[in-house]
């Protein structure tokens, strides 16, 4: 259980491990590792709180079932996981709320303008994982 506590891992470790984690996922559970109809089945949850009959109505949320599934327990486990995986490492994470130089440089310190722009980033994120099947 060493290895659980390195001080950093490299990105070819970390990629080889995700790729056997995905391929075992597929070979035991016949689903690959995904996430984007997550937000798909959460707007489709969010929805139905306020228009049931709308949800039940739409072709897509009638074939992807607004539930909470596996995927959905893996968009909460991701964050869960990064937290515990930074608490594990030998060198002291610290949690901050102050911007690296290099985001002030470009970008500055405006609160709107990092909102906007990481809402925009996940927005043509999501569109590209729709768009590509995952």
Known sequence: MRW???????WWHAGLLLG?????AFYTADHYLAVSTTFS???GMAVGV???T????????????P??????????????GAYLAARLSQRA??????????WVNRFGTSSARRWTL??????FVGFGARLADG
């Open 93 to 102: 994470v610290t949690f901050t709320t102050q911007l690296p130089d290099l």
């Open 118 to 123: 990481g809402l925009l980033g996940g927005i």
């Open 41 to 43: 089945r959460a707007a």
């Open 20 to 24: 056997l984690l995905n391929m075992a």
């Open 54 to 65: 709308h949800v039940a109505a739409n072709l897509y949320w009638q074939k992807v079932n």
């Open 4 to 10: 659980l506590r390195r001080e950093e891992w490299s």
């Open 50 to 52: 306020v228009a049931p």
């Open 67 to 80: 539930i909470v599934d596996w995927q959905f327990m893996l968009v909460l486990g991701i964050p869960l």
